[in-house]
């Protein structure tokens, strides 16, 4: 698995959606937080901006897109021993392409 971080304009271009919109969503839990890179840098994981587009493309409703962001961002912690090949006593993370 490739994992990638996606800076704001990529990531509001896969969603569709403009910089109001994206911080609205963003701030309503229907897009997952960025990840910090810096003092004044934060990207997202690719993977999981595709994941949402896959969801609204599906018709999830508003309610199950942020039970999958919730679900997205727990996921964020088993993601170094997936990578890695460590035994995990997590299920795999299943990444959307």
């Known amino acids: 698995m490739m994992l990638q971080l996606i800076k704001n304009a990529e990531a ?6 403009g910089n109001t919109t994206f911080y609205e969503q963003l701030n309503a839990g229907l897009i997952t937080p960025a990840v ?4 004044h840098a934060v990207a997202w994981p690719k993977h999981e901006i595709q994941a ?5 493309i599906a018709g999830q409703s508003d309610d199950q897109i942020k039970q999958l962001v ?3 961002v727990s996921d964020r912690e088993k993601l170094p021993a997936i990578i890695n090949g460590f035994p995990s006593s997590h299920p795999p993370v299943e990444v959307v392409q």
Not at 12 to 17: E, F, I, K, T
Not at 52 to 56: D, G, P, Q, Y
Request: proline fraction near 0%.
């Open 36 to 39: 910090k890179l810096g003092v």
């Open 52 to 56: 949402i587009v896959a969801a609204r």
């Open 70 to 72: 919730k679900q997205l």
């Open 12 to 17: 509001r271009s896969s969603l569709g959606v």
